[in-house]
């Protein structure tokens, strides 16, 4: 009887430990696929990223906003004009090369707001290309060393079944909080996507403004923000790179509970991290 009762313990711990290495398996895979996502969704461009809602954005834009865009540009135009007539002491000293002056300004206005989505497309092209960059060297250095598995099975298995089972539902809502926080990062991303298409599609009234010195602060503004948009998904990946880093610094000692509830705190602190982002590029960027 007591071998019986022997031999179904050992299966019941057998399975709460293939159980409880199963769960931590899928935590370290799902930290090592992390970083690759991430540095794939923040290096593509708003044109690939949902090519029919850039689509829907640009033909919304070009139909809708491009009228009211040209509407600013020609009153803008008119108001440069006569603020280069009676700039000269009120006509009193008029000079007729004002009006080459005017016509080149206007020209680079009217080019500026026919090429507004290129111009927009070309800033996230350069920023797309320093984050592909940064993420071959990120993603090749700061994969999860997954060796300590092993020494995690060893530890499991000197526990007995009193101890495994309470770490076995431990283990568990900790895997639910880092998905959580997983849902939490993809929110982050796919936000920050949604408000560059919302940005892009207003690109014309902005552009619409180059035509004088004072009213071009707005498109400036404008420009600004869309290089913080850009840039601000480096700082994503940064951010992802540095929880790597992190996550690899765990140590996995007799205490496991304790180890993964530390990488627990480094996902909270990964998403604290990532929503201070936008704010972070903005304020390196000077974009209001």
């Known amino acids: 009887m007591d071998r019986i009762f022997e031999q179904?313990?050992?299966?019941?711990?057998d399975w709460i430990v293939d159980g409880l290495m199963s769960l931590l398996t899928g935590t370290f895979d799902s930290i090592n696929a992390q970083v690759g996502s991430v540095a794939a969704d923040v290096a593509t461009s708003p044109a690939d990223f949902t090519?029919?809602?850039?689509?829907?954005?640009?033909?919304?834009?070009?139909?809708?906003?491009?009228?009211?865009?040209?509407?600013?540009?020609?009153?803008?135009?008119?108001?440069?004009?006569?603020?280069l007539v009676i700039?000269?002491?009120?006509?009193?000293?008029?000079?007729?090369?004002?009006?080459?002056?005017?016509?080149?300004?206007?020209?680079?206005?009217?080019?500026?707001i026919t090429h507004c989505f290129d111009i927009t497309m070309a800033i996230f092209d350069v920023a797309g290309h320093v984050i592909s960059q940064s993420g071959n060297?990120?993603?090749?250095?700061?994969?999860?060393?997954?060796s300590q598995l092993a020494q995690m099975r060893s530890t499991l298995e000197a526990m007995s079944i009193g101890e495994l089972l309470p770490l076995f539902m431990e283990i568990g809502l900790l895997n639910i909080g880092i998905?959580?926080?997983s849902m939490m990062i993809f929110l982050v991303i796919y936000g920050r996507m949604i408000e560059i298409y919302l940005m892009i599609s207003l690109a014309p009234l902005p552009f619409s403004t180059f035509g004088n010195r004072e009213q071009s602060q707005i498109g400036q503004n404008y420009v600004k923000s869309l290089v913080a948009l850009g840039f601000q998904g480096?700082?994503?990946?940064?951010?992802?790179?540095?929880?790597?880093?992190?996550?690899?610094?765990?140590?996995?000692?007799?205490?496991?509970?304790?180890?993964?509830w530390s990488v627990l705190g480094y996902n909270v602190l990964l998403v604290f991290a990532l929503f201070k982002t936008s704010t972070l590029s903005k304020r390196i960027f000077s974009a209001q």
């Open 8 to 13: 179904m313990t050992s299966w019941l711990k």
């Open 179 to 181: 998905k959580i926080m």
């Open 234 to 260: 480096f700082l994503i990946l940064i951010c992802v790179a540095i929880y790597a880093v992190l996550i690899q610094n765990v140590s996995i000692s007799s205490d496991i509970a304790g180890s993964l």
């Open 87 to 112: 700039a000269h002491n009120n006509l009193a000293n008029f000079e007729t090369w004002i009006f080459f002056k005017w016509i080149f300004k206007t020209y680079v206005a009217v080019m500026l």
């Open 51 to 83: 090519p029919g809602v850039f689509n829907l954005m640009r033909t919304v834009s070009n139909n809708a906003i491009m009228p009211i865009a040209g509407m600013i540009l020609t009153f803008i135009a008119c108001y440069e004009l006569i603020q």
């Open 137 to 146: 060297i990120i993603q090749n250095s700061t994969a999860v060393n997954a």
